[in-house]
């Protein structure tokens, strides 16, 4: 959680409870949307929603008695909160409409950039439904083929944070078990229902005549965009998914052949499991492609059983490789997606960016590298459809603040910034570390982290107190990420002379 003014322990012991009790017990406001919201790196909204007089000031909490475990989230604290050190920071009023929001995937309008990954999340008509009533722009569709599905269980595996919440997940999925008319049907429903919802459909074919074909087939049932995909690891069968994506010639033959097949766009969905992204992606575009969607999951493997010695999931004695996802995978895609981004063959190109997006700070990140989409899976199986609204109010109050007109604008604004290697940056000024006193608890993290992985420039003083060398120290900042009181930050500078 980004914003200090709050003990992180209240914020994660709420569980995210649907149809929260403390909601239903609370007449006032809600109080597990507020908390959900914090969590989300949404405070501000939270806040601005609370108004200038806090609702909870005269209350006795029985929002905090209802909770599934009574007394363990104190509800009325984080109000205070929010009141006291968020409110009166705020540096603007909401939003009064989503309008910032708008966009567009390759001329396709979209009314907020976000949309369902291809994946489970999105793979029958109710549950499409669902989510385009909750507020998303649109979803990639489970992907369509016509091979013969038939999944093992169990098939999810997760690496967890110290608080249980999923850090990394890891599938053995394969694609929609539906057949393809079944697939077209729900294609003409949710269109016919949801006419300005974006669908598009992901396909995967076995041969030149079946990526052309599919493609011709979703269009002609009512998707808006094809998408790709040449990155599925979890193929049972050689020659498909991931093995495509590695091979730019296979890239750009079957891009070609699902061009044929359709006139609206069309997206390559390419793996990470690869050195660099560049080749596939160009290959794309020589292919027919509009744009980019990236990154689909890393083959992994989460971890081995030490008494049966199977790696997790277990399936019947027997394990595989599998996708990686989660918020862990994020700064992966990031590096992806600024590799396309800086790429000049895909200027004016669309790049629909997925890999690790829980909350609106993860998909401004990404449109800051080039993306002009965003897609979500693990985030939706983990928290549900219900993100969407602190990614939307998020990402708009922050657009308000920051005086932007359109999502648009944000567009690739941060490519400039970065350099695929380190020998272009600046090694001649060192930036000191600072030590907050009245937050610091002496607890000597910061100085155990210095002397054993750093540069042995802090010691404990006999108050506990933190005390720098600064002929020994180099700026790594290693004791500002260690902290857990947030007590350190950057200070002042040191120019190095040359030599």
């Known amino acids: 959680m980004s914003n200090e003014s709050f003990n992180c322990r209240d914020i994660i012991n709420c569980v995210l409870c649907k149809d929260a009790p403390c909601n239903l017990a609370c007449s006032r406001t809600a109080p597990a949307d507020i908390i959900r919201s914090i969590r989300f790196n949404n405070e501000k909204t939270a806040a601005a929603r609370l108004g200038e007089i806090s609702p909870c000031i005269d209350c006795d909490a029985p929002c905090e008695k209802a909770c599934v475990i009574p007394g363990q989230v104190s509800i009325k604290k984080i109000t205070g909160s929010l009141y006291e050190n968020v409110y009166p920071a705020l540096e603007t009023g909401l939003p009064e409409d989503e309008s910032r929001l708008v966009t567009d995937l390759c001329g396709v309008r979209l009314e907020n950039p976000f949309l369902l990954s291809s994946s489970v999340i999105a793979s029958t008509y109710d549950m499409c439904a669902r989510a385009f009533e909750a507020g998303w722009a649109g979803a990639c569709f489970k992907t369509i083929c016509s ?97 495509i994506g590695q ?34 992606a160009e290959a794309a575009i020589r292919g027919g492609a509009d744009g980019i969607a990236a990154i689909n999951t890393i083959k992994s493997i989460t971890g081995v059983n030490p008494h049966t010695y199977v790696a997790a999931p277990a399936v019947h004695g027997m394990s595989a490789f599998g996708g990686y996802s989660g918020n862990a995978v994020k700064p992966i895609a990031l590096r992806f997606i600024a590799e396309i981004g800086n790429d000049p063959v895909m200027k004016d190109k669309h790049i629909s960016g997925m890999g690790g997006v829980e909350n609106w700070r993860d998909a401004l990140e990404f449109m800051l590298l080039g993306a002009g989409s965003v897609q979500v899976t693990t985030a939706v199986m983990q928290y549900g459809y219900r993100i969407i609204d602190d990614l939307k109010s998020g990402l708009n109050l922050y657009l308000k603040e920051k005086g932007f007109d359109s999502v648009s604008q944000l567009r690739g604004a941060a490519l400039d910034t970065l350099s695929p290697t380190t020998d272009t940056l600046e ?53 500002v990420l260690v902290c857990p009181q947030n007590a350190v930050i950057p200070g002042r500078k040191r120019i190095m002379k040359p030599g």
Not at 249 to 254: A, D, I, K, M
Not at 266 to 279: D, Q
């Open 147 to 243: 091979f013969d599905i038939h999944e093992c269980s169990p098939r999810f595996s997760a690496v967890k944070g110290p608080d249980g919440s999923i850090v990394g997940f890891k599938n053995i999925e394969q694609l929609s078990d539906h057949s393809v008319e079944e697939n077209m049907e729900i294609f003409r429903r949710l269109k016919a229902d949801y006419p300005s919802k974006v669908i598009i459909a992901s396909i995967m074919g076995k041969d030149d005549a079946e990526w052309e074909s599919l493609s011709r087939l979703c269009e002609e049932n009512g998707a808006d965009v094809i998408e790709l995909n040449f990155s599925c690891p979890n193929m049972a069968d050689e020659g498909l998914g991931s093995d």
């Open 247 to 280: 091979v730019p010639e296979l890239v750009e033959r079957f891009t070609r052949c699902a061009r044929r097949g359709a006139k609206i766009p069309v997206l390559a969905k390419l793996t990470p499991n690869v050195a660099s992204m560049i080749p596939a």
């Open 427 to 479: 090694r001649d000024t060192v930036i000191f570390p600072k030590f907050i006193r009245e937050k610091c608890i002496g607890c000597g993290r910061c100085v155990i982290s210095c002397a054993d992985g750093g540069h042995q420039a802090l010691t404990l003083n006999e108050n506990r107190v933190p005390v720098l060398n600064g002929n020994k120290c180099v700026g790594c900042h290693l004791c």
